[in-house]
């Protein structure tokens, strides 16, 4: 009979593994940037005011040990040790990515990376790598307690299973965000909000707001294809128009592309979509601007449809 220490055993001992197999690919990947010699200008970079050679063998002894740290820790040959020193490198992630991220400093992670990400390919920070660091953290601490404690072999079921768990909530954490779907680059969570919200960040969304706004606080949405529809009605006036937003993204890294039209519900064909979303906390993100914006090369139209 296998008992419950066993089970909850096995299955931390599967994640340190599988926190160790990042460790490996992350090292790896500084080790190979460092030994080509590219150039990255990252958020921890700018953070510690390293110049480019300091930076480089920093990046070189950093990967060395994420390396070695991994390879302690997926043999599995001394797991005290290994859980240590899991621990120690996800308490100086967390530390050093939390200052980066309160002190708001450009620029993004860098952790697994095999080519300098430049110009609008760069992910921005976020707090999902100082959650990774995190479950280095508690894995490390944990995989510490029950080395000491563990009297058997971890029982290989709940081991892989451990492995597969903490494999896919690291791979999670690491993936740049938002994961978009594969044909429309529509974001995978919260699909709608996400759009509504780069929405309201777009000039063509703020000049609209100044000239036929304010809008009320509920907003029509339908979806044709990859094609997003937003219904907008002004509080007072416009004679009972509705401002209709069509958008979608052309690329990925790309802004989305807005047309914009005008539409008369009274008109006969013309049907309201019949979901209806709360705007209410988008509304108060919208940037004033003054004076014509330049469209920097994006489709931005306007018509008015009878």
């Not at 779907?181 to 969570?189: G, H, S």
């Not at 004679?239 to 209709?244: K, P």
């Not at 519900?265 to 940037?287: S, Y």
């Not at 920097?296 to 306007?302: F, H, I, K, L, T």
């Amino acid at each position: 009979m296998i008992g419950i220490n066993q089970v909850i055993g096995s299955v931390i001992s599967g994640c340190a593994v599988s926190c160790g197999a990042v460790l490996v690919v992350a090292g790896a990947s500084k080790l190979y940037r460092g030994i080509r010699g590219l150039d990255d200008m990252t958020a921890i970079r700018r953070a510690l005011r390293m110049p480019r050679r300091q930076w480089r063998l920093f990046g070189l002894a950093a990967g060395v040990t994420e390396c070695v740290t991994g390879a302690v820790v997926v043999s599995g040959a001394y797991p005290v040790l290994g859980g240590a020193s899991l621990a120690a490198l996800g308490a100086v992630f967390c530390a050093l990515l939390a200052y980066v991220l309160v002190k708001q400093v450009p620029g993004g992670c860098g952790c697994i990376s095999w080519r300098t990400a430049t110009g609008a390919e760069a992910e921005a920070l976020t707090w999902r790598a100082v959650a990774r660091g995190g479950m280095l953290l508690g894995t490390g601490i944990a995989s510490m307690v029950v080395s000491v404690a563990a009297a058997d072999a971890p029982r290989p079921y709940w081991f892989g299973a451990g492995v597969v768990a903490g494999g896919t909530v690291l791979v999670l954490l690491s993936m740049p965000g938002p994961v978009r779907t594969p044909v429309c680059r529509r974001p995978l969570w919260r699909k709608t909000r996400t759009t509504l919200r780069a929405l309201a960040s777009h000039e063509m969304f703020a000049a609209m707001a100044d000239s036929a706004g304010p809008f009320g606080p509920v907003a029509r949405y339908r979806r044709t294809g990859c094609t997003d529809e937003f219904w907008f009605t002004a509080l007072a006036g416009q004679g009972g128009q509705a401002v209709v937003f069509q958008v979608h993204r052309p690329a990925h890294g790309a802004r989305l592309a807005v047309h914009t039209s005008l539409r008369d519900p009274r008109t006969p064909g013309t049907n309201w979509p019949v979901r209806a979303i709360t705007i209410a906390d988008v509304l108060p993100e919208i940037p004033r601007r003054a004076g014509p914006r330049p469209n920097g090369g994006r489709r931005n139209e306007a018509s008015h449809s009878p």
